[in-house]
């Protein structure tokens, strides 16, 4: 199994003094110490936990992509702290778990994010109730009459969203190896084999796959 390391503080003071770092990485070296230490590759975010656009998590479930590998925390609350990251994070089609909650999964986060869904329903529920009390009192209403995706829809877009951030993982590999001088396909194969990323099914790449995989990213 290959893990990919992903640590984060919230200030720029404990980042500049590795305050909270060095006992996350501990925690992440003992977790690991059997199961595959060291990391494939470790990413260090100075972030607050309520935004979920982090540039360096970004990079760390691409390398997760690219490598077929676990994103290990230290600590579940490192990941985030707003339902709208658990719900990205759960599309992701990448596996994790937390140092202090090994049991904390993705369907873990699937089950967070249910359970944020459930929330959101609920508020749109109140909301509809409150627009239909407010229309029998002869309020003028307006809003969205528009299609409402099925939760199958939603799976076809996650699945999608998937493949296209593959792709989007592999462009600057690529174009390393084309950089380097290597053109031909079993030459640009042979070197994502030697750079240890694997194709989308766990395989090695072979010419013909390498041809299918320009073609798209073309």
């Given at each position: ?6 640590y984060r503080v919230s ?13 996350q ?5 003992s ?25 360096q998590?970004?990079?760390?479930l ?6 077929k ?23 992701a ?13 993705r369907l873990t986060?699937g ?7 459930d ?38 877009a996650?699945?999608?969203k998937r ?6 993982d ?9 950089a ?14 030697e ?10 790449w ?6 299918r995989?320009?073609?798209?990213l073309?």
């Open positions: 199994m290959r893990y990919v390391a992903y200030t720029d003071k404990q980042g500049r003094s590795g305050l909270g770092l060095e006992a990485r501990e925690a992440v070296r977790f690991l110490a059997a199961k595959g230490w060291p990391p494939v590759a470790e990413f260090t975010e100075v972030e607050s936990g309520k935004k979920s656009d982090r540039q998590l970004a990079a760390a691409a390398a997760c992509r690219l490598h590998a676990v994103l290990v925390i230290a600590k579940l609350d490192r990941l985030a702290r707003n339902a709208a990251f658990l719900l990205n994070l759960r599309d089609g990448v596996e994790f778990v937390a140092c202090d909650m090994s049991d904390a999964n986060v089950i967070m994010a249910l359970v944020a869904e929330e959101a329903e609920r508020i749109s529920a109140r909301t509809k109730a409150a627009l239909a009390a407010a229309k029998a009192r002869g309020a003028v209403l307006g809003g969205f009459r528009g299609y409402v995706p099925s939760e199958d829809d939603r799976a076809k996650a699945q999608a493949e296209k951030a593959k792709r989007l592999l462009m600057p590999e690529v174009a390393a190896i084309r380097s001088g290597v053109s031909s396909l079993s030459g640009i194969a042979r070197a994502l084999n750079r240890g990323i694997p194709t989308s099914n766990g395989a090695k072979q010419a013909v796959q390498v041809k995989m320009l073609a798209m073309d």
